[in-house]
């Protein structure tokens, strides 16, 4: 062992420690000698030889540290010694806090001694630490017994020194850690006993008369406790009864603020107590905290009373949740509160300054402006073009083309200016210098993202694809256009040229704010592209682990690859392969939202269109559900999206908002076409029957009833149930759309409208009966049932026949005027050729 660990080890206090940190009983030390060096009288050190002796501790099984100690200090205690009437303390750490109780934690350890002790009502001769003659008024002694007391005994022990507190006239303090700890005990025992709580109040009284001292946290503990359980009349009480010797100071008011809102606290008579409060920094504590619970009515509310109470934002940022809440779902009272902000004259300090300076900045090219405007000549702006000509002219020098733009009064340049610069440097290493000799004269390469490239390749020294990037064929607008570039990335890698793949890539990544995001996400698009589902899930959940989120664009890409086009209007041409494809954009789509990534509602929009139109009505309804729960302000998916909150919905937002996700994506025309999809698979049902060859044989093809046909319907009342807002008169357009269709007059030119009819036709007395008592029972009540729908289908049979009549006369009538304007055009071309012209 090595000399300076054994001297370690050999320490006493040393050993004690690591007997303590591994709950082994104390061993008998040995007694070394250690050579102490000292200064000696004129500054000499010299060596003088000390003995020391291992000091047995307690046994620590003795007494239970959580029986007799506060947890909240015990990793802060520094190890002692004790002897009949001795107390040694150990070494403490740099690091160790101080103990509150003093030294009556180490003094007072065994149960027998607590006990004794705290015990106030034990008549003895023996005499107590708290008696009168001993330590009646040391409080880190008060507030460890009773500490202990209320710790083993509850309530009776903090009574019982309450009562002993009161009887002696004892002062607490009203400072510290002692007088939170000593106050609070006793107002948690008032809470309990309303006696008890108006005794403490007159406490507090007493010592304010007499001594001039008081606990400034008693009016908000004992006012907000009520406002919290809902007992706004008792908190009004207790504000009047409080106010006048116990008022709370602006710190400790506006806390108890935000205490009461957050939990969920009486704020009618919270806004009585806060009117006679003469404290007006309340609004950061309660109008972000009621945005924060989703509150924004009562947000609006509170928002307009303080601001017309004097109680005013102190930041934009205190403000930007009920702003941003109300911008998106309700401009009007957005508006309203923009203007209460302006009216009040709310200045958002340095936010507003900053802008000022911007604003207000006089530079060369502003200069320049002035003059134009005062001599009458148009200002002009910088030409890239022509700029990077002249910094590419090899009869001036760089800094002579430098220098010249900045006397102009140029702040800016353009991608092709900052390329033709970087191309006269003959060693790639030389660019940062002129990126910084520019930035030193006051002008801006601009933020394009060829810009952003050429300065990120040469200040992280990848001068390889710095070189790559100026000498490329690819205009710096080209760079801009996202698409163009993941075109490429897949091209280049299937050419295996990994240096413009790797290029692009990296120019790719300087898109967003966080390089690592926007590069998981261009592999991701790359993977869609080319139709590697194995390869898309494999992203996918390393990305998940790693917390990267999927943008709404990478998603799109993703549906695009995986189910294809569709051709608009059209039934979707369907192969083996792509149903499971269907189903893996599902799966992709189910498995992107539940890793927390933003999903947009339109992202399922293609995917409900082709199972309706499919009739895959069974994942259809699942997946239907599945989105309502998931986007909707309650269900199954609503704890799981509590981890990423700033995706979700407001709940007081209806789903009948024209911005909320389901009422986009489950709009009108959605629902129309669900409850014609109904009819359109079930009847296709009924043909498939019709057609069978048993049927046919048998005889009974014409007799079999009507398959369901209100499948759609019932789907959506699956839906309303899970809160989605069905569009009633949109439902019943469809239904009489349906009917009028397939008995009327008119004839559809869809194949299958055609044969639903004619198989309708061949009873339509009957069939019509059926469908109407189908629709009845699944809306729940007598509907069509009710209306005379031969008299219904004749007369939008005559509306549909007006209708197609008034748009021939309109194609007729274009057509004439067509025909005469071109008579009149050749008439004048004649008299033309005829006056000797040529044309």
Request: hydrophobic share 40%; glycine share 6%; aromatic share 8%.
């Amino acid at each position: 062992m090595r000399p300076a660990l054994q001297r370690l080890l050999s320490r006493p206090s040393s050993l004690e420690l690591l007997r303590y940190l591994v709950a082994t009983p104390p061993a008998p030390a040995p007694t070394p000698t250690h050579t102490i060096r000292t200064r000696g009288p004129k500054g000499r050190i010299q060596n003088r030889n000390v003995s020391s002796q291992a000091l047995a501790i307690r046994n620590i099984e003795e007494i239970s540290t959580e029986e007799v100690c506060d947890e909240s200090w015990t990793n802060s205690l520094a190890l002692t010694t004790h002897e009949p009437h001795n107390s040694l303390l150990i070494r403490r750490t740099e690091h160790s806090r101080k103990d509150p109780y003093g030294p009556w934690r180490e003094r007072l350890h065994r149960k027998e001694r607590l006990e004794f002790e705290s015990d106030l009502y034990l008549k003895t001769d023996v005499p107590r630490l708290l008696d009168p003659d001993s330590h009646a008024d040391d409080m880190q002694l008060w507030a460890f017994l009773l500490d202990y007391r209320h710790r083993i005994y509850g309530d009776k022990g903090v009574a019982m020194f309450w009562d002993v507190i009161r009887e002696r006239g004892i002062l607490l303090p009203t400072t510290g850690f002692l007088a939170n700890k000593m106050w609070s005990t006793f107002l948690g025992l008032g809470y309990q006993d309303p006696i008890i709580l108006k005794q403490v109040a007159t406490y507090a009284d007493k010592i304010w008369k007499l001594h001039g001292k008081k606990w400034s946290k008693l009016y908000t503990r004992i006012v907000e406790q009520f406002l919290v359980d809902g007992d706004g009349h008792e908190a009004i009480d207790w504000h009047n009864r409080l106010f006048k010797n116990h008022p709370p100071g602006p710190k400790y008011f506006a806390e108890m603020c935000r205490h009461v809102v957050l939990r969920n606290g009486d704020l009618q008579a919270f806004q009585t107590i806060y009117a006679q409060n003469k404290h007006r920094n309340a609004y950061s504590k309660i109008v972000p905290v009621l945005c924060e619970k989703e509150d924004f009515k009562a947000a609006l509310i509170w928002h307009f009373y303080l601001i017309e109470s004097g109680d005013l934002p102190a930041t934009n940022k205190t403000v930007e949740p009920l702003l941003h809440f109300l911008a998106l779902y309700d401009g009007q009272n957005a508006h309203r509160v923009t203007k209460s902000l302006v009216d009040a004259g709310v200045s958002f300090g340095l936010t507003l300054t900053a802008k000022l300076d911007e604003n207000t900045k006089i530079s060369r090219e502003m200069m320049n402006l002035i003059h134009g405007q005062h001599y009458n000549i148009a200002p002009k702006r910088y030409n890239d073009n022509l700029g990077a000509r002249w910094f590419a002219t090899s009869w001036v020098s760089l800094d002579v083309a430098i220098n010249t733009i900045h006397a102009l009064g140029v702040q800016e340049i353009g991608p092709l200016s900052l390329q033709a610069i970087a191309l006269r440097e003959p060693d790639a290493k030389d660019v940062v210098h002129r990126i910084n000799r520019l930035k030193d004269l006051g002008i801006s390469i601009g933020k394009s993202l060829y810009s952003k490239a050429v300065e990120s390749f040469a200040l992280s020294r990848r001068y390889e694809l710095l070189e790559s990037l100026l000498n490329s064929d690819q205009h710096p607008d080209s760079i801009e256009d996202s698409d163009l570039q993941d075109n490429l990335l897949m091209s280049y890698a299937a050419a295996k040229d990994w240096l413009q793949y790797r290029r692009t890539l990296a120019i790719q990544m300087l898109r967003g704010k966080s390089p690592a995001i926007e590069m998981e996400n261009t592999i991701l698009r790359i993977h869609a592209a080319r139709g590697d589902s194995r390869a898309i899930f494999e992203t996918l959940e390393d990305m998940q682990q790693s917390g990267i989120a999927v943008k709404a664009k990478t998603i799109g890409r993703i549906m695009r690859g995986l189910i294809g086009p569709r051709r608009r209007g059209c039934r979707p041409f369907v192969l083996s392969h792509q149903k499971s494809n269907l189903r893996l954009g599902i799966l992709v789509l189910k498995q992107i939202a539940s890793s927390g990534s933003y999903v947009p509602v339109t992202a399922w929009r293609e995917i409900i269109r082709r199972l309706g139109m499919l009739g895959k009505f069974e994942d259809l309804r699942n997946l239907c559900l599945f989105i309502v729960s998931w986007y909707g302000p309650s269900g199954d998916a609503f704890h799981v999206r509590q981890q990423s909150r700033r995706y979700q919905v407001p709940t007081q937002v209806p789903t009948s908002h024209p911005l909320h996700p389901l009422s986009i994506l489950f709009c009108a025309s959605f629902q129309k076409a669900v409850v014609e999809w109904g009819f359109i698979h079930g009847l296709k049902t009924r043909r498939q029957q019709a057609l069978d060859p048993a049927a046919l044989t048998n005889g009974i093809a014409t007799q079999s009833p009507i398959p369901d046909v209100t499948i759609g319907i019932s789907l959506l009342k699956q839906l309303h149930e899970a809160g989605l807002q069905v569009n009633f008169p949109a439902v019943g357009k469809a239904i009489l759309s349906r009917i009028v269709t397939y008995y009327g007059p008119s004839r559809s030119i869809k194949g299958y409208n055609q044969q639903a009819k004619e198989m309708l036709g061949l009873n339509p007395e009957q069939t019509l009966k059926e469908i109407t008592t189908q629709v009845d029972e699944a809306l729940g009540g007598r509907f069509l049932g009710k209306v005379n729908l031969p008299l219904l289908i004749e007369s939008r049979a005559r509306k549909s026949v007006r209708k197609l009549q008034r748009r021939d006369m309109r194609r007729l009538g274009r057509d004439k005027r067509t025909q005469k304007s071109l008579a009149t055009t050749m008439g004048r071309l004649k008299a033309v050729d005829r006056d000797g012209f040529t044309w």
